[in-house]
C-alpha cells in the first residue's frame, strides 16, 4: 500500500523556521514535491525535487527561504522553512509521482500521482 505520510507542521511565530518532513512507503517514487493550500486560496507548487534529489525547483516567490530535500535510503523528502510569515500559513502536502522520465520536475498538481494528508503550518504575527 503506498503511503505518504507528513509530520513538522505545527504553531511557529513569524521570523521562524519549520522542517517539514514526509516518510513515503510501498514503493520507490520518480519526482516528489511539496504544495500547500491557504484558506479559501487554490493549492499552490512550493518545490519539487527529482528522483536522484540533484535538481530543484520552487515556486518563485518561495525561493531563498524554502529548501527540499530528499533521502532515498530513507525514501523520505523534507522541505526546510525559514523565515516564516503568517502568508505562509497552510496545509502543506507531500506529492509523488510514480513513473516517468527521470531528472525532470514538476510543478502541476496532475503531475502527481500520490498525495499525502497534508499537515498544518500556522504562523502568528
Known amino acids: 500500500q503506498v503511503q505518504l505520510v507528513e509530520s513538522g507542521g505545527g504553531l511557529v511565530q513569524a521570523g521562524g523556521s519549520l522542517r517539514l518532513s514526509c516518510a513515503a512507503s510501498?514503493?520507490?517514487?520518480?519526482?516528489m514535491a511539496w504544495f500547500r493550500q491557504a484558506p479559501g486560496r487554490q493549492r499552490e507548487f512550493v518545490a519539487a525535487?527529482?528522483?536522484?534529489?540533484?535538481?530543484?525547483s520552487y515556486s518563485d516567490s518561495l525561493k531563498g527561504r524554502f529548501a527540499i530535500s530528499r533521502d532515498n535510503a530513507k525514501n523520505t523528502v523534507d522541505l526546510q522553512m525559514n523565515s516564516l510569515t503568517p502568508e505562509d500559513t497552510a496545509v502543506y502536502y507531500c506529492?509523488?509521482?510514480?513513473?516517468?522520465?527521470?531528472?525532470?520536475?514538476?510543478?502541476?498538481?496532475?503531475?502527481?500521482?500520490?498525495w499525502g494528508q497534508g499537515t498544518q503550518v500556522t504562523v502568528s504575527s
Open positions: 506529492a509523488a509521482r510514480a513513473s516517468g522520465p527521470r531528472g525532470l520536475l514538476y510543478s502541476k498538481e496532475f503531475n502527481y500521482d500520490y
Open positions: 525535487i527529482t528522483s536522484s534529489g540533484s535538481r530543484t
Open positions: 510501498g514503493r520507490t517514487f520518480n519526482a
